[in-house]
T-cell receptor, first 111, second 117 residues
């Protein structure tokens, strides 16, 4: 299974942008890049996903490198409620769309 | 958005007993559901894939006779932890795959905290 590498933790100030990186150098051509986040004692929450092009939604933006070997989740204005563990996951058609979670990045937002 | 519920949200049981956890997709049909386990300060570990009307497929290292999965309908999957032991204490999370939209997303339940004494 294609693996992802993320920093263990990051810190941000409230109302500032946050860029969360993810490396996935072994990504295959059909793997989608998904981002989920998990608050303590809760199930993961969908954030965004993409294949090749950059994506935007109400929660965040996803910037995908041209060679697709890395991506960046962008929170435009971090709030205290954005403090969570962020997971970057590759979803492949050839592994029955299973999600294999890596260790994720714990984001701490300072007021 | 799509909602997935789990019941119970937490459960305490004695060693040697069995515990059933339910996972329901409330407003969509899910032909595929997934079960995960998460130990404190660790990431989610995929345990098994549950397909409606067929046998579940288990990840390597997961005992199928210990973690019984039944996916009886398009909105319900159950995980039964049989002969539970303290080392089975964990946070169990299910997800349901929504295929009715082009997004083809997985929606996660809130999790069930199992404590085996």
């Amino acid at each position: 299974d294609a693996k992802t590498t993320q920093p263990n933790s990051m810190e941000s100030n409230e109302e500032e942008p946050v860029h969360l990186p993810c490396n996935h150098s072994t990504i295959s051509g059909t793997d989608y890049i998904h981002w989920y986040r998990q608050l303590p004692s809760q199930g993961p929450e969908y954030v965004i996903h993409g294949l090749t092009s950059n994506v935007n939604n109400r929660m965040a933006s996803l910037a995908i490198a041209e060679d697709r070997k890395s991506s960046t989740l962008i929170l435009h204005r971090a709030t205290l409620r954005d403090a969570a563990v962020y997971y970057c996951i590759l979803r492949g058609e050839y592994n029955f769309n299973k999600f294999y979670f890596g260790s994720g990045t714990k984001l701490n937002v300072k007021p | 958005g799509a909602v997935v519920s789990q019941h119970p949200s937490w459960v305490i049981c004695k060693s040697g007993t069995s515990v059933k956890i339910e996972c329901r997709s409330l407003d969509f049909q899910a032909t595929t559901m997934f079960w995960y386990r998460q130990f404190p300060k660790q990431s989610l570990m995929l345990m098994a894939t549950s397909n409606e009307g067929s046998k579940a497929t288990y990840e390597q290292g997961v005992e199928k006779d210990k973690f019984l999965i039944n996916h009886a309908s398009l909105t319900l999957s159950t995980l039964t932890v049989t002969s539970a032991h303290p080392e089975d204490s964990s946070f169990y999370i299910c997800s349901a795959r929504a295929t009715y939209t082009l997004l083809d997303e997985q929606y996660f339940g809130p999790g069930t905290r199992l404590t085996v004494t």
